[in-house]
């Protein structure tokens, strides 16, 4: 009588604790805490192995918690998106997939994804070209020695993109052209003033001879052609004064 006093207490203690373990897992999955939910299942689940209402409950946990999961995935990949981060939409996409997410749960973001990804490569196209066009123009300019023209074209490249190669390319080729043209400015100065001092002992061919080395490097250069235009004056009328006597 003893031994089946305390079975029918132990019974009656499972079920109390059966009973409120079931409420407590059914809060905790009501709640949200699918892991509370599925402790107080698995508990539920020793005490009674073989009750459907137990394994129903174990179920409804799981699908609620996958559920949860790829919902806050997806909303991870959204809010990527919505920054235009499109890295972090990659790897939230595939953290989805890893929690069980299907290709039906993650469709809508991937179209986004893909829509957002081929708006960039249609940008980076435009912005190319605009680039290519800007370095094209910069480099006539710097063909003609017009360094503002070249200098107007490589600012507008770089606000279109700043490390743009071709633009870093055409920055050095104007700071390059830039000494040239300080070199052969200087050369042209050294021409002229032997241009001068030749003129001055008479010796009109030197001083042409001079000048045109100045013309050579800077083409139009008006001194020069000036110096050019006195020593053959100079040359005519010395001749024509020889001729005389």
Same mark, same amino acid.
Not at 92 to 118: H, I, K, M, P, W
């Given at each position: 009588?003893?031994?089946?006093?305390?079975?029918?207490?132990?019974?009656?203690?499972?079920?109390?604790? =059966?009973?409120?373990?079931?409420? &407590?897992?059914?809060? +905790?999955? $009501?709640? *949200? #805490?699918?892991? /509370? @939910?599925?402790?107080?299942?698995?508990?539920?689940?020793?005490?009674?192995?073989?009750?459907?209402?137990?394994?129903?409950?174990?179920?409804?946990?799981?699908?609620?918690?996958?559920?949860?999961? =790829?919902?806050?995935?997806?909303? &991870?990949?959204?809010? +990527?998106? $919505?920054? *235009? #981060?499109?890295? /972090? @939409?990659?790897r939230a996409l595939a953290t989805a997939r890893?929690?069980?997410?299907?290709?039906?749960?993650?469709?809508?973001?991937?179209?986004q994804l893909r829509a957002?990804?081929?708006?960039?490569?249609?940008?980076?196209?435009?912005?190319?070209?605009?680039?290519?066009?800007?370095?094209?123009?910069?480099?006539?300019?710097?063909?003609?020695?017009?360094?503002?023209?070249?200098?107007?074209?490589?600012?507008?490249?770089?606000?279109?993109?700043?490390?743009?190669?071709?633009?870093?390319?055409?920055?050095?080729?104007?700071?390059?052209?830039?000494?040239?043209?300080?070199?052969?400015?200087?050369?042209?100065?050294?021409?002229?003033?032997?241009?001068?001092?030749?003129?001055?002992?008479?010796?009109?061919?030197?001083?042409?001879?001079?000048?045109?080395?100045?013309?050579?490097?800077?083409?139009?250069?008006?001194?020069?052609?000036?110096?050019?235009?006195?020593?053959?004056?100079?040359?005519?009328?010395?001749?024509?004064?020889?001729?005389?006597?």
């Amino acid at each position: 009588i003893l031994e089946a006093s305390r079975s029918r207490q132990i019974e009656t203690a499972n079920e109390s604790r =059966v009973e409120q373990l079931l409420i &407590e897992a059914r809060q +905790c999955r $009501a709640e *949200g #805490d699918y892991a /509370c @939910a599925r402790i107080k299942a698995q508990e539920l689940q020793q005490l009674k192995p073989d009750d459907p209402t137990v394994s129903e409950l174990i179920a409804s946990v799981d699908r609620l918690s996958r559920a949860a999961k =790829v919902s806050g995935s997806v909303a &991870e990949v959204e809010a +990527c998106l $919505a920054s *235009g #981060d499109l890295d /972090c @939409a990659e790897r939230a996409l595939a953290t989805a997939r890893n929690d069980g997410a299907t290709s039906a749960d993650l469709y809508d973001v991937e179209q986004q994804l893909r829509a957002q990804q081929t708006e960039l490569v249609r940008l980076a196209e435009a912005r190319a070209t605009r680039v290519a066009a800007e370095i094209s123009a910069g480099e006539e300019c710097l063909a003609r020695s017009d360094f503002s023209c070249a200098e107007a074209r490589l600012d507008a490249a770089f606000a279109e993109q700043a490390n743009a190669p071709e633009a870093i390319a055409l920055e050095q080729s104007i700071a390059a052209a830039k000494r040239q043209l300080a070199a052969d400015q200087e050369r042209v100065r050294l021409f002229l003033a032997q241009a001068t001092e030749c003129f001055e002992r008479r010796d009109y061919s030197c001083s042409v001879a001079r000048a045109e080395s100045a013309l050579s490097l800077l083409p139009g250069e008006p001194n020069a052609k000036a110096m050019i235009k006195r020593a053959e004056d100079a040359q005519r009328k010395l001749k024509m004064n020889i001729q005389i006597e």
